[in-house]
């Protein structure tokens, strides 16, 4: 289970794809017939990305001293200016600036501003030409990972999750090279319309996405980070996908209330986890109140708690509120 658990870092390309599908499910539509007013959906966007990201940057104040020690001046206040506006993923050196996960952020704003002539783009009929276009959208996929593998321009002998190199910072933080893991799920997006929800062909592909990504984590080193990291489980990620939008007993377990309450929260969770996870153990609490022997379980627990109470006291207000105001 252990290299399992250590690969959690490839569900950011589950969400990226995932993203795309969503988006497209429920916009491309309007999208294709000239309906969708793209101010409309971006001001939509912003309401919805921003409050929690913007959140998290306050959240990171206690960072702006290890960032100013790790940068020269001038990358320094790169990152502070390109951070507060969604672009510090553009720049390596600073993508990860103050908060790590929300260089997501950045990639996620780009594929916004990309999305409605994405969606736009005439549908071919049929499963089969939908499908040539995702394997064509994942052989391009691959390709930056590819070339990282081949040509290894860092010199890392066996890179992993805590390797550091420029060039490796450019494959795993800046948006290009998971743009194709959007544009798969905005084309997914197409084929979920042609498969019926009841199908039980649907189940077969969930439980096979689930399985065959079980299988090659477990492979553990003997498949190339720089793969692993995006592009490579694409088309897994994309059965998991059409296996959870249909009507069957793996759809029925994830759609459970408890866990539908908990997801509603993963915005947060995602962006707010490294935060949260400083500020508790930064004040030393469970030391306090002798609930330290429980760690990390119980910190697992916060974090959802905390995303929880940042999703109903600071997301859905603020969003309402942004709406209001911009018109959205």
Known sequence: MAPVVNAGYAAVSFFILLSGFVLAYNYAGRAREGKLDRVKF???RFTRL?????LSLLLSWQMVGPEWGAHTPAMFWTGMVLT???LQGWVPAVATFLNTPAWTMSAESSY??????LASLKQAVGVRPQLVKLAVIWGLGLIP??????FNPDGIAHPDRWSYGPWLQALKYTPLPHLASFVFGVILANVDELVERTSHLRLLLGLSGFAGIFALLSLGTSVPYAMLHDGLMMPLFGCIVLGLAGKNLLSNFFGLRPLVFVGEASYCLYL??????NLIHGSHVLERVGLIRFDPWISYVLLICLALLALHLVEKPAQRQLRKWMGA
Not at 50 to 54: K, L
Not at 145 to 150: E, T
């Open 42 to 44: 971006w001001k939509a």
């Open 50 to 54: 921003y409050p929690i990201y913007f």
């Open 84 to 86: 507060p506006l969604l």
């Open 112 to 117: 916004y501003v990309l999305f409605p002539w």
């Open 145 to 150: 990972g590819a070339l990282y593998v081949v």
């Open 272 to 277: 707010l986890h490294y935060n949260f996870w």
